[in-house]
């Protein structure tokens, strides 16, 4: 079975400064992909930034990294310059190549303040 | 181009009544997916369609539960007799297959509320 684990309910950053969003998967597939998503109070689900299983380099997109360390099935999501915009829910999902879905975390609510 | 669109944005419904949800997936997307957020949970996946394929529907909860996706385009989920546990955001989201990892986009969701 496929699991994601975020263990940060809540992280707190000042604006400009950069923060990390830990994220572990348990998976016994080899061909998988790794995704984060954001959740402003508006609701809307945005996609952020993709990372998969056979990826050499870690994903960048803007400010937004995954800095991925496949043998301890973590991907950890780094937004460097946090802005007050960056305030959300964060969430991680994974899925597998032989698989329709996605699997969440319960995600993380980051608030960047002044 | 437009993205995912649901409607409506918000319903209330008494327990017992039958519900309606609506997607238009992104134009050109054959991979159709519906999920439930709970308030202060992650999302759970519900069903799935692709292209002319059988839906999949191993995370519909109950019976009471159904999905359509007419001509490859539009999704409807319907939930039967509401009831109260029902109460969530319903999102849906499209990719432009299935067949490899393709990111899914989402749309704004519907937050149902039986009372």
């Given at each position: ?12 950053v000042q604006e400009k400064e950069a923060v ?42 803007g400010r937004y ?14 937004i460097s310059a946090s802005q007050l915009g960056d305030s959300a ?21 980051l608030?960047v303040f002044p | ?115």
């Open positions: 079975a496929q699991k994601i684990t975020q263990t940060q309910p809540g992280m707190f990390t969003l830990d994220c572990t998967y348990d998976t016994s597939d080899q061909s998988y992909g790794l995704f984060w998503y954001k959740q402003p109070s508006s609701g809307e689900m945005i996609f952020l930034i993709y990372q998969g299983s056979y990826d050499e380099q870690n994903a960048t997109e990294s995954l800095n991925f360390q496949k043998a301890r099935k973590s991907a950890n999501l780094v829910m964060y969430f991680c999902a994974m899925r597998a190549y032989n698989t329709d879905k996605l699997i969440f975390g319960t995600g993380t609510r608030q | 181009g437009a993205g995912v669109s649901q409607s409506p944005s918000n319903k209330v419904t008494e327990k017992g009544k039958d519900v309606e949800l609506r997607c238009d997936p992104i134009s050109g997307h054959t991979a159709l997916y519906w999920y439930r957020q709970s308030l202060g949970q992650g999302l759970e996946f519900l069903i799935y369609f692709q292209g002319n394929s059988a839906p999949d529907k191993s995370g519909l909860p109950s019976d009471r539960f159904s999905a359509e996706r007419t001509g490859g385009s539009v999704s409807t989920l319907t939930i039967q007799r509401t009831q109260q546990e029902d109460s969530a955001v319903y999102l849906c989201a499209s990719s432009e297959t299935s067949g490899s990892l393709d990111t899914q986009y989402f749309g704004p969701g519907t937050r149902l509320t039986v009372l």
